[in-house]
């Protein structure tokens, strides 16, 4: 098949990543970061307002009828942060944040040349944080490879919510035709039962190639990311 548009998960699809928010240790450093900027917060209170503001916040969303609804991280750092919750400070602080909770990242091998090669327009629609996602893509070089880029915590929902596949299809101008377009993800639920919901095709990242209530069009090898060409000219 020769797709009008490939669009993509990120994390787990194109990045192995490994991250840890609840290590207290993270919260320790990361108060004392803030308390060397005026921030006077001790780590069991930023670790307990951090994750009290994300369930406020959403509960809030649901109740206004949001599908899947998304938090924005520095919405939540900004809240905690009070007055000294300034844009520029809250952006920096998401960045030493992350920093601390990544303990590992990088582009899947093949990934790269892969993307390169498909000659279509590409889109990410991911579950991600911008504040966190952005400086990544520009990190590993990839950003310019897209056409558009759709995140969760910009869009306010998350997959297999439509409304993330609804916004990548139309910064693609491929509204109407859904059908043509091909997502690539590593998670069932988000990716594979998410896209088909919106009328597109999907390959599912996997080892385990069993059978699925929502059948995927294709599958691929995580360990084979350079095949990813041969399988999406393999979808009819």
């Not at 582009?107 to 990544?136: C, H, M, Y």
Request: glycine share 6%.
């Amino acid at each position: 098949m020769e797709p009008l548009a490939v669009t993509f998960d990120i994390y787990g699809t194109l990045f192995n990543i490994d991250t840890d928010e609840e290590s207290d240790d993270v919260f320790r450093k990361f108060s004392h970061w803030l308390y060397l900027n005026e921030v006077k917060i001790d780590p069991d209170s930023l670790k307990r307002a951090y994750k009290q503001e994300f369930v406020k916040r959403e509960a809030l969303m649901l109740a206004n009828g949001v599908d899947r609804p998304e938090v924005d991280v520095r919405d939540v750092l900004t809240s905690i942060f009070g007055a000294k919750g300034r844009r520029r400070f809250v952006e920096e602080a998401c960045l030493v944040f992350r920093s601390l909770t990544t303990k590992r990242i990088s582009l899947r091998n093949g990934v790269d040349s892969s993307l390169k090669s498909i000659g279509k327009p590409l889109a990410l629609i991911s579950n991600a944080q911008s504040a966190f996602t952005w400086p990544e893509l520009r990190a590993f070089g990839i950003d310019q490879l897209f056409s558009a880029v759709v995140l969760s915590s910009e869009v306010r929902s998350k997959k297999p919510s439509p409304i993330p596949f609804r916004v990548a299809l139309a910064e693609l101008g491929m509204n109407g035709r859904e059908s043509g377009i091909i997502h690539v993800g590593d998670t069932y639920e988000t990716d594979v039962v998410g896209a088909k919901k919106a009328g597109m095709k999907a390959i599912l990242i996997t080892k385990e190639r069993r059978e699925f209530e929502v059948k995927p069009d294709a599958f691929l090898d995580p360990d084979k990311f350079s095949e990813l060409p041969d399988v999406i000219r393999s979808i009819r």
